[in-house]
């Protein structure tokens, strides 16, 4: 098994994305918002107030969509790769994002056909 994250720059495309992702056989993942250190730093004293308002979006803020997914190989990481850059373009381009994948050597709590693939 595999976990891939995405740091998606433009939340605009979060959507798109995700049917992306469904059609390369990726069912699920976890989003959160996030800021990078950039962003971060370019704010000097702006401290987001996200938690009691609803989220960056709702406070002007412009940040980014961090995803996370778990997937059987590294087959499927490639593919999620693959149909991330069909939505956001050339990844290693300004403004898309990051996707970085690895191999896992523990998982436990992941659906049953997830389980069944690293057995195999």
């Known amino acids: 098994m595999y ?8 939340p605009d495309q979060l959507d798109a ?5 469904k ?3 990726i069912q699920g993942a976890t989003i959160t918002e996030s800021m990078g250190v950039y962003r971060r ?19 002007g803020e412009e ?12 087959a499927t990481a490639r593919r999620g790769l693959a149909a991330t ?7 290693d381009g300004p403004n898309t994002g990051v996707l970085a994948a690895w191999p896992l050597t523990l998982v436990k709590g992941v659906p049953a056909e997830l389980s069944r693939a690293r057995e195999d």
């Open 3 to 10: 976990m891939v994250m995405l740091i998606l720059d433009v």
């Open 17 to 21: 994305v995700l049917d992306a992702w």
């Open 23 to 25: 059609a390369a056989g």
């Open 41 to 59: 730093q370019t704010r000097r004293g702006h401290v987001p107030a996200r938690y009691a308002l609803g989220g960056m979006a709702s406070n």
């Open 63 to 74: 940040g980014n969509y961090t995803l996370w997914t778990i997937v059987p190989d590294e």
């Open 85 to 91: 850059e069909a939505v956001v373009g050339d990844l």
